[in-house]
């Protein structure tokens, strides 16, 4: 199985030294369709708003064995209590 993320990285770097190679004398949205990402994406890597998802903390963290038994008793309390586990 790929991973998507980094393809989806790929070709927005792709994209990226394409459109500087090229002095930005094609559109964001041209070079964005040739590369198969999104136009606002590639905008905004462009302009710098936007950083690598590397360097992006996100929220997909491994929890550690002790974190993950304190969340099951977490969850299962909440269920006792009838509260709704989501």
Do not use: W
């Not at 008793?73 to 709704?84: G, H, L």
């Amino acid at each position: 199985m790929k991973n998507k993320t980094a393809d989806c990285e790929k070709c927005l770097s792709n994209a990226l030294d394409f459109f500087y190679s090229h002095n930005g004398s094609y559109s964001i949205r041209k070079v964005a369709t040739k590369f198969k990402v999104n136009h606002v994406t590639l905008g905004f890597r462009i302009d710098g708003k936007q950083q690598s998802i590397a360097l992006n903390g996100g929220h997909n963290k491994l929890l550690t064995f002790i974190q993950l038994g304190e969340l099951f008793m977490y969850i299962r309390r909440q269920a006792f209590a009838r509260f709704p586990c989501t």
